[in-house]
């Protein structure tokens, strides 16, 4: 069933915003350095394709980049002097959707603009998804926003929506990170020995 839009041709029924401040690593041992920020942003966003095989998924992709930048004012606002680190994005489509409609919010066009409002990021956003009901957990992977080979930067996000994703919605996920895990010790490309547009010294 098609429902009203109320934002640039989507109908999106809610926003979510999940913060979490690590002290502490699992053993105790404290933060070498700032806690590390993780921060969740997503959208319940009804999938006008719910229900359907289209060879075209354009009322999805066309106007991602308004939905980016909307990701991106939110971030910004979250992290307020914050800086972000790490990023990934993530979708959990209803059970009348199609897998492929998760991935079709997730495109570069959706993403630059998120890109653009952390200050810029020079790797790929790692990604993922899956379909499933309201309270399904999903883990965000994060990597290194300039440099995908930062080990100490590898880790996820755990979220889960408790009224989302309906049968005939998308939730659309970006989470994001201040540093990497508190206390990496498995060597590897530093985060400070990033520069330049190929993402090395």
């Given at each position: 069933?098609a429902k009203?839009?109320n934002f640039h041709g989507y109908?999106?029924?809610k926003?979510?915003?999940?913060?979490?401040?690590?002290l502490?690593n699992?053993t105790?041992v404290l933060?070498?350095?700032a806690?590390?920020?993780?921060?969740?942003?997503?959208?319940?966003?009804?999938?006008?394709?719910?229900?359907?095989?289209?060879k075209?998924?354009?009322k999805?992709v066309?106007?991602?980049?308004?939905?980016?930048?909307?990701?991106?004012?939110?971030i910004?606002?979250?992290a307020g002097?914050?800086?972000i680190?790490s990023y990934?994005?993530?979708c959990?489509v209803g059970t009348?959707?199609e897998y492929?409609?998760?991935?079709?919010f997730?495109?570069?066009i959706?993403?630059?603009?998120v890109?653009?409002a952390?200050?810029?990021?020079?790797?790929?956003?790692?990604?993922?998804g899956?379909r499933g009901g309201p309270?399904?957990?999903?883990?965000v992977?994060l990597?290194h926003?300039?440099?995908?080979?930062?080990?100490?930067?590898?880790?996820?996000?755990s979220?889960?929506?408790g009224?989302a994703p309906?049968p005939?919605?998308?939730l659309?996920?970006?989470?994001?990170?201040?540093?990497?895990?508190?206390n990496?010790r498995l060597?590897?490309?530093?985060a400070?020995a990033?520069k330049?547009k190929?993402?090395l010294?």
């Amino acid at each position: 069933m098609a429902k009203k839009a109320n934002f640039h041709g989507y109908h999106i029924r809610k926003w979510y915003l999940q913060i979490e401040d690590t002290l502490a690593n699992e053993t105790g041992v404290l933060a070498d350095g700032a806690p590390v920020k993780k921060i969740i942003i997503a959208a319940a966003i009804h999938n006008p394709y719910a229900g359907r095989f289209s060879k075209n998924l354009d009322k999805i992709v066309k106007a991602s980049p308004k939905l980016g930048h909307e990701f991106g004012r939110r971030i910004r606002e979250a992290a307020g002097k914050a800086t972000i680190e790490s990023y990934g994005k993530a979708c959990l489509v209803g059970t009348a959707g199609e897998y492929e409609h998760g991935n079709a919010f997730l495109t570069s066009i959706f993403a630059d603009p998120v890109r653009d409002a952390i200050g810029g990021g020079l790797s790929w956003v790692p990604s993922t998804g899956k379909r499933g009901g309201p309270g399904t957990e999903i883990d965000v992977p994060l990597a290194h926003k300039n440099a995908l080979y930062v080990r100490s930067h590898y880790d996820t996000i755990s979220a889960s929506f408790g009224d989302a994703p309906a049968p005939d919605e998308v939730l659309v996920i970006f989470g994001f990170a201040t540093r990497g895990r508190l206390n990496a010790r498995l060597g590897g490309l530093k985060a400070g020995a990033i520069k330049g547009k190929d993402g090395l010294r």
